[in-house]
């Protein structure tokens, strides 16, 4: 280890401990964690959030940084570990502690309004908020904003670096150039039969199968567990203990299946990171756009095709036989892939998913880098929702008030689950040229899908970011191209248009 780098070490492990509890008390109030805990909890993690911030930016670590400028006997651990922690510095430099303090406690009482509002649907409740929070977020763009940036291209790199709203503009002009219309085309076909799927089916029974779905895709109960929460996710301690949540509902069997094939997507990224990284500051993944790429490669790539489920479809018949009378493989499939315009984002099928995200990233552009009265949000999100999905909100609960994210102050987020789509979509592209998928899969070997990903993208953490990894794999740049022509190519074959 470089000498210098060498003194970061005492800083870097306090703030891994750190991190790792953070990570366990999160998880415990999500998942067994009694309700009335939260706001009493919530004190101990502010406490500890506080120390973990301070374990690495400080003024010693600031002048080891200082010392480590040029040098250049640093391995590829050491280098990706302060690059991330530069970064940091100058996100965080600029910010008073006092701005810091007032604008997380401004976010805990989004968070409140936010959850009134919705249960009274109505936007007015949490309104105030999110204006305060568009005016903190621009001055902290403000601060942060290099030449040739705009105020939203600032917010846009905290959660996927150097995807700036050039190359999102380009990205969703395309993609309402061409799925709107296929959507369209679509509500005109013969809707797809999947009456069967809403059934009810015995929460054990599901549970069962689900978890021995995970295994079967590769998740290994030795370094990983399954609960359940309101609504899944994944979080992962190091490598050797991810956790995934599911939901299970008596009247959708779909619905936990492809959770918990999307959650075992990440789960397997976690599980994938090289021993040299987990448990340091570049031991997730490598941004969360390649994370969502992950989990929904598993979802949609795999866990919607029919070579996946031709070897495993027998089991879940066998333990759901009366529901599932009838229902053959293809059928089953076709389901599963059933594109209907809803409000939700979070249920949304494949192909309407992206159009979700536009409508959230058009808006978003707008509070940021425009002037905007906050009041005409609803409007502007169900006319949105009216030109690109063909439907309109009742009211805000299934509009504007659906995501918890602007209430966290996460705002330049949501593109990153759309370009995770499109990622998957480019790696898909190559992994086809090669590995033989299909036969794979029919013959159960997930597994040497698994390892694939794991050479190519899992064993780096954040070590490499999304771009570097996308480039190294597919010998190009980021092309939401293959995205759109995988969307058109499969949704026209399921729908059998020309
Ligand atoms: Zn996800």
Redesign the pocket.
Known sequence: MNQIFEKLQPYLEKEMAFSTALTLMDWDMETLAPKEAVDYTSKAVGVLSQERFSSIINPEVKKILEQLEGEKGLNCFECAVVKKLKKEYKKTEKISKEEMREFSELTSKALHAWQKAKKAKDFSIYAPYLEKIIVFKKKFAEQGKEEGQTLYDVLLDDYEEEFDEKVLDEFFSKLKEKIVPLLKKIEKQEDIEDSFLFFDYDEEKQEEFNRWLAEYIGFCFDRGVIAQSEHPFTTALHNHDVRITTHYYKNNLASALLSTI?EGG?ALYEMGVDDEFTQSIVGGGASCGM??SQ?RFFENMIGRSVPFWKPIYGKLKGIFPKQLENVGLEKFVKALNKVKADFIRTEADELTYCLHIMVRYELEKQMINEEIDVKELPKLWNEKYKEYLGIEPKDDTEGILQDIHWAMGSIGYFPSYALGNAFAAQIYHQMKKDLPIEELLEKEEISKIVDYLREHIHQYGASKDAREMLKDLTKEEFNPDYYIAYLEEKFKGVYGID
């Open positions: 999307h990440h994370h969502e989990s």
